[in-house]
T-cell receptor, first 109, second 115 residues
Framework: DAKTTQPNSMESNEEEPVHLPCNHS???????IHWYRQLPSQGPEYVIH???SNVNNRMASLAIAEDRKSSTLILHRATLRDAAVYYC??????????FGGGTRLMVKP | GAGVSQTPSNKVTEKGKYVELRCDPI?????LYWYRQSLGQGPEFLIY????????DSGLPNDRFFAVRPEGSVSTLKIQRTERGDSAVYLC?????????????FGPGTRLTVL
């Protein structure tokens, strides 16, 4: 699977929107973009995924660049419970998830 | 409904011992994955099963590691002659089927400490 690049950490204020960026310049045409998050002392949790079009669900929105070389996970109103490590993952023919270092999101009250 | 469960939640063993880690996937999920996570790092793929067969075991670090899923449900990860470097959280995940877009549902993990 192709590699992704994310900032090591980001900080946000509670109840404000958060934009978590991910670069994936070597993405192939069939790679899906997945986001998972991992709260402290828990297993990873699925957030959202997309292929080409922007996606929305109850947890977040995923904005995908037109050339697909980058994407942004958007949390519309951060809460303290959203403090976690967020992983951007490209998933192609291999069915496993290949995690990088992720972005540690800190939410300030 | 019930999620993925893993037992034990914590396991402390001595170097050289044998350990077994168990994963109960979500009922009806045919795909089952094992990952391990060292402190401060993202999870690392070990092996996945489609039904009873290991479809990809390319992530197993060496032949001390082995996993089975004899009836296509519960899986056991087995580690022989444990080493201190095996200390990590071992995560199990399941998915309704093998695909590049289905989400994986993770268990809480087993924390293995090798003294």
């Amino acid at each position: 699977d192709a590699k992704t690049t994310q900032p090591n950490s980001m900080e946000s204020n509670e109840e404000e929107p958060v934009h978590l960026p991910c670069n994936h310049s070597t993405i192939s045409g069939t790679d899906y973009i997945h986001w998972y998050r991992q709260l402290p002392s828990q297993g990873p949790e699925y957030v959202i995924h997309g292929l080409t079009s922007n996606v929305n669900n109850r947890m977040a929105s995923l904005a995908i660049a037109e050339d697909r070389k980058s994407s942004t996970l958007i949390l519309h109103r951060a809460t303290l419970r959203d403090a976690a490590v967020y992983y951007c993952i490209l998933r192609g023919a291999g069915n496993m998830l290949t995690f990088g270092g992720g972005t540690r999101l800190m939410v300030k009250p | 409904g019930a999620g993925v469960s893993q037992t034990p939640s914590n396991k402390v063993t001595e170097k050289g011992k044998y350990v077994e880690l168990r994963c109960d996937p979500i009922s009806g999920h045919t795909a089952l994955y094992w990952y391990r996570q060292s402190l401060g790092q993202g999870p690392e793929f070990l092996i996945y099963f489609q039904g009873t067969g290991a479809a990809d075991d390319s992530g197993l670090p060496n032949d001390r590691f082995f996993a089975v899923r004899p009836e296509g449900s519960v899986s056991t990860l087995k580690i022989q002659r444990t080493e201190r470097g095996d200390s990590a959280v071992y995560l199990c995940a399941s998915s309704p089927r093998v695909s590049s877009y289905n989400e994986q549902f993770f268990g809480p993990g087993t924390r293995l400490t090798v003294l």
